[in-house]
């Protein structure tokens, strides 16, 4: 393992600015850094003996943002996939028909559903009562409404 040495030294403002404007030039995080990459040229060394860890970690944390961003569009996935799911069983056993099509056929306002959908078995019995064939329907989820 590599072990750094510090260096304090006081530079004229016009040669600091040259290497602020290299630090930016070479998209570097520190003045240090742009100062090890100058020395480093000067003295034709490779830039792995000398690096600092700075961009390692910063690396490390943006792959862990990038992780933690892709696990949660995993996780968004998969609970979308449950609701496709949900409505693909639904639907084997009959059509599915959006809220506004269920209004229609129960002859209510679709208010009405809305107020009801949510109520689980109670909205199965309400929806058969009104049904014109007498089939009972059951909220699947997406605004949608399948046959039980």
């Known amino acids: 393992m590599t072990t750094e040495t510090e260096i304090v030294s006081y530079i004229p403002p016009q040669l600091y600015q040259r290497v602020e404007q290299f630090k930016q030039q070479q998209s570097l995080n520190s003045i240090a850094e742009a100062i090890n990459l100058i020395l480093e040229d000067y003295f034709g060394l490779d830039s792995c003996q000398t ?3 700075e961009p390692l970690t910063k690396m490390v944390e943006d792959l862990r943002d990038e992780v933690s961003d892709l696990k949660s569009q995993v996780s968004q996935i998969q609970q ?3 609701c496709d799911a949900r409505v693909q069983s639904t639907n084997s056993q009959g059509d599915l028909l959006d809220r506004s099509q269920l ?3 129960l002859g209510v306002d679709q208010t009405a559903i809305v107020q ?3 109520d689980g078995k109670e ?3 309400w929806s058969k009562s009104k049904d014109p064939e007498q089939i009972s329907w059951r909220y699947a989820g997406a605004n949608l409404f399948g046959r039980v």
């Open 116 to 118: 009801h959908e949510t």
């Open 103 to 105: 209004a229609e056929r």
């Open 51 to 53: 690096t600092t860890s």
């Open 80 to 82: 979308n996939s449950k």
């Open 123 to 125: 909205f199965v019995e």
